[in-house]
């Protein structure tokens, strides 16, 4: 849209603290930031289109490759949505092990979430010590599922291979210690006076905006909306899951609620790694015709599919909802609206965990 | 003279945007309830929303449908609040004016549904 | 003069990363090497994500339409002596996304020279490292004599 305003001020693509490219253009009076515009483009692939026409185990590659930060959980809700169409049950065993895998991966994203934010309002220490305890993490990700990225775990019926007993052992044996070292790190985060002073009350996200844009995940929950799809999960159900919620919608807020979830989420692997129950980890099943939708929780939010398959399981439509449309979108029209200072649009952006790439897709 | 490096017609890209399944599907919706062409719609959209709007249309369209108050039957059926807060096609003056007008018609004893109908195609003529 | 140089590039080599659509899985492993287990900065090498003070840049993701002119420009910036690095199969082959109907239009060296390719769905962190630390020295040794 072509307009004519005071100053417009262009951030991005290429960005020191942005690791994937976007762009803002802020309208500004002084220092104070009117009102922001996101201009994408940058990394839309087309993979939606890709995936129409080919048969289910090609797509479930694809889809892990929506995005690389929470690619377990593309792949999770990508298969139960395959799973829901053509009524497969998955095995038990495979089903907390689906969990522990999420849930290690939700860690893994939400530290390198923080770090994002800690790198960006330059408290590196405080970083450098999140993506150490990262690489923890993703050892044990590892560990349990091959590879540290795209990890094609999980297919219909149930995840690929067993966990071993070692494996199992190994993981739980190092929980304690990662918790350990969250809880530090979130003391040091909740303690800091300068990170107070860059973060309370910076990029507020009232409720009702919050709904108007449909915001999802920790961005919401920091706004006091108690969303959370594994709510609804069966296994979580099983696990005793409430979600964590906080109020004050700042980037304080945001950046203390992937924390206490990154905790939660340990309790869960251990609850999950303790009570696993025994039996085979794939149970058998053919992929059918039918139209559904799906929704997970991703570590940023509620992630839904929208799948149409034929009858020999090939995707004839699909429409992927990433959490980040919703949160960027938020990031952008409501947090920064008002932001007193240029220099605390990278940081709201930031704390609003954006992904282009699931964005674009 | 300085070249522009970032500044690019964005339309292609925008039109990418909507040309997925949802998009498609909630575009259609809105130009049936406005009685507007769909082309029309899009390419209004394209010129007034930023492109991170335009993603997340069908998740605002979900979210107005849902959160719909029900003590003001007329403006719940025209979607006062959907076309203003949660899809800004509409400035609320406009709205307003358009809400006063069938308020106007339906104290002359016309019937809801066709007043409904007649608001929604004069808002929408604006698109064409 | 020139072994001063040498000895200089190899050890202090600037970073920018640009990802031209891609999967983000490249993006944090490049992320990952800054990481007090790899630590990327004891080698001497800084991610400045500045193309202007760059020598080396690593190029992530399949070229999307918007990157086609920019990645050029982009290049163009980047001071002599440089050398690009393309790290993942997305700007080697496109991966995944260079099937019919995609907006991506890979490989990346139809717009910009590439040096060295790293292949790999993400590759790691250790062989992304090593590849810069092979390359620079290669790259920008005796540059000002060569030229010449
Ligand atoms: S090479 Fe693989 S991991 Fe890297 S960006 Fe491409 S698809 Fe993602």
Known sequence: MKRTVDVSFPVGPVHPCWKEPARVKCETRGEYVLRAEVELGYMKKGIERIM????????????????????????????????????????????????????????????????????????????????????????????????????????????????????????????????????????????????????????????????????????????????????????????????????????????????????????????????????????????????????????????????????????????????????????????????????????IFISADPCIACTER | MMDVLYEKDLRPLKLHILESPRHRRTIREIGRRLGVEPGWLIRWAMAHFDMQLLENLPARFEQGLAHQGADDPLASAIGAELFTVYLPFFTTEEMNAALEQARERLGRGEGMEAVVKDTLRVLGRGFA | MQRVKNAVRSRSIHVCVVDTGSCNGCDIEVLACLSPRYDIEQYGIYVHNNPREADVLLVIGAVTPQWEDKLIALWEKIPEPKAAIAVGNCPISGCVFNRHDSYVSAPASKFIPIAAEIPGCPPRPTEILSTILAIAPLAFKDFERERK
């Open chain 1, 52 to 347: 129409k026409g080919r048969p289910w185990q090609e797509v479930m590659f694809l889809a892990e490759r929506v995005c690389g930060i929470c690619s377990v959980v593309h792949n999770m809700v990508f298969i139960e949505t395959m799973e829901k169409i053509s009524g497969i049950a998955p095995a038990e065993r495979a089903a907390y092990l689906r969990v522990v895998a999420n849930e290690l991966d939700r860690i893994q994203s939400h530290l390198l979430a923080n770090f994002s934010y800690c790198y960006t309002i330059e408290h590196e220490t405080l970083g450098m010590y999140l993506l150490d305890l990262r690489e923890k993490v993703m050892d044990l990700l590892e560990k349990l599922t091959g590879a540290r990225v795209n990890k094609a775990y999980m297919v219909p019926g149930g995840v690929r291979f067993d966990i071993g007993e070692e494996t199992r052992h190994a993981i739980l044996g190092s929980i304690p210690r990662i918790r350990e070292e969250t809880k530090r790190y979130r003391g040091m985060f909740s303690g800091g006076p300068m990170i107070g002073l860059r973060s309370k009350g910076v990029g507020i996200l009232s409720r009702e905006d919050a709904g108007r844009c449909h915001a999802v995940g920790p961005t919401a929950r920091a706004s006091g909306i108690a969303v959370d799809c594994r709510q609804r999960h069966p296994t979580y159900m099983k696990l005793g899951f409430s979600p964590v919620v906080r109020d004050e919608g700042d980037n304080f807020a945001r950046v203390m609620v992937r924390f206490d979830e990154a905790i939660q989420s340990l309790s869960l692997v251990q609850q999950c790694l303790e009570r696993l129950p025994e039996g085979p980890v794939l149970a058998g099943g053919i992929c059918r015709a039918g139209e559904t939708v799906h929704r997970g929780e991703a570590p940023r939010g509620e992630l839904s599919y929208f799948v149409k398959t034929d009858e020999y399981g090939r995707i004839a439509e699909i429409s992927i909802q990433t959490p980040s449309i919703m949160n960027i979108e938020a990031a952008a029209h409501y947090m920064m609206t008002g932001a007193v200072s240029l220099a605390d649009v990278t940081s």
